[in-house]
């Protein structure tokens, strides 16, 4: 599978931005997905993922702001970020798993190669 992230950008602190990653050949109901981000100096962070069963998890970071949701068609997954903080600047992943699994956490991920997210205060 091949994922190509998309939507990313500059934005003021507050404003609201919607990732989305699109793959072809693959069943995203299947499988679990999920956004990482890496900021520069920092380490790569799981903030959210999503398993074949609907069944999501957040980083505490971003509960309550961020919404990850499948989707149908070419963009098979989404990330909704609202009320956005300069601290959530960073280069963010798709990810996809290659099997099917109800704990996303043993996952093995193929992954995306990134979308710019930078906000300003």
């Known amino acids: 599978v091949q994922l190509v992230e998309s939507g990313g950008g500059s934005l003021q602190a507050g404003g609201s931005l919607k990732l989305s990653c699109a793959a072809s050949?693959?069943?995203?109901?299947?499988?679990?997905m999920g956004w990482f981000r890496q900021a520069p100096g920092k380490e790569r962070e799981k903030i959210t993922s999503i398993n074949a069963w609907g069944g999501t998890s957040y980083a505490e970071s971003v509960k309550g702001r961020f919404t990850i949701s499948k989707g149908s068609g070419k963009d098979i997954l989404t990330l909704q970020m609202n009320r956005l903080k300069p601290e959530d600047t960073a280069m963010y992943y798709c990810?996809?798993?290659?099997?099917?699994?109800?704990?996303?956490?043993?996952?093995?991920?193929?992954w995306g190669q990134g979308t710019q997210v930078t906000v300003s205060s």
């Open positions: 050949g693959y069943t995203s109901a299947n499988y679990c």
């Open positions: 990810v996809a798993d290659t099997s099917t699994r109800f704990n996303c956490a043993s996952a093995s991920w193929v």
